[in-house]
């Protein structure tokens, strides 16, 4: 099958910045869409970013201007460049990966186990 793994989570000062990197491995066809969302305790899970197979772009509101998404398809990798930090950032990041499966071509959204990103005043 497959797994998502992401990694580059972090403590950094209000104005830093991190760099997340998430990565699919397995039996994968090819991948659709690839997103990046966050949870805080106690909140809702929401969208941070997703990008399409084609290069699409989508950030949600509160991370417009600070954050870039890109993708790799090559290496099956979503990045997310964090700049501009807020203590409101901190959260579990999470990617996912819309994928089709290899040989029988279905489809399935993985997700990634979660990166902590912790944003300090």
């Known amino acids: 099958q497959v797994q998502v793994v992401e990694s580059g989570g972090d403590m950094v000062q209000t104005g830093g910045s991190l760099k997340l990197s998430c990565v699919a491995s397995g039996t994968i066809q090819s991948i659709n869409d690839m997103a990046w969302y966050r949870q805080a305790p106690g909140k809702q899970r929401e969208l941070v970013a997703s990008?399409?197979?084609?290069?699409?772009?989508r950030y949600g509101d509160s991370v417009k201007g600070r954050f870039t998404i890109s993708r790799d398809n090559a290496k099956n990798a979503v990045y997310l460049q964090m700049n501009s930090l807020k203590p409101e950032d901190t959260a579990v990041y999470y990617c996912s990966a819309d994928v089709i499966i290899a040989p029988t071509w279905a489809r399935y959204e993985y997700w990634g186990q979660g990166t902590q990103v912790t944003v300090s005043s």
């Open positions: 990008i399409t197979s084609g290069g699409g772009l």
